[in-house]
């Protein structure tokens, strides 16, 4: 029992560290505009989740802290930014949602493993990475000017 939380834990940190290093990896996507960082990152965050579930498969880990730990090692670096300077980072709150969402729909993908859930899922991610990012930027320009 103590051996497998040590286990669980050093690997809870294991991938805190790569989703760490994919989201600083994965910067470059910034450059261009902000419907193609926030695409990138929900695609890169979506496929990172689902290859650490199908690794840690009946490992004992919850799938909710292997998402969890993505989580964490992806807003590291944006929360103190959300935190104090709020109002210069509001118009990319929207893409770590965006990846927040993907993580936790990888999650969901994973643990149903259903080609209508999968589909709906696509559906949702598109949406999120479209309509409802125009409609935040939209948003965003009236409410800081």
Known sequence: ???????NNLTFWIIFLSSLACYVGSAWCRVFDIYFSSCSYSAIFFGVTWLWLRRLKGSGMNEWMIAGSIFLGTIVLELPLFVFEFS?????????????AAIAFAVICFR?????????????ML??????????????????R
């Open 112 to 124: 149903e493993q259903n080609i209508k859930v999968n589909i709906l899922v696509l559906i949702i």
């Open 127 to 144: 949406l999120m990475n479209s309509v409802l990012l125009y409609l935040w930027h939209k948003t965003s320009l009236y409410v800081h």
């Open 88 to 100: 210069s980072t509001y118009m990319s709150f929207m893409c770590t949602v965006c990846r927040t």
């Open 1 to 7: 029992m103590i051996m497998e939380l040590k286990n």
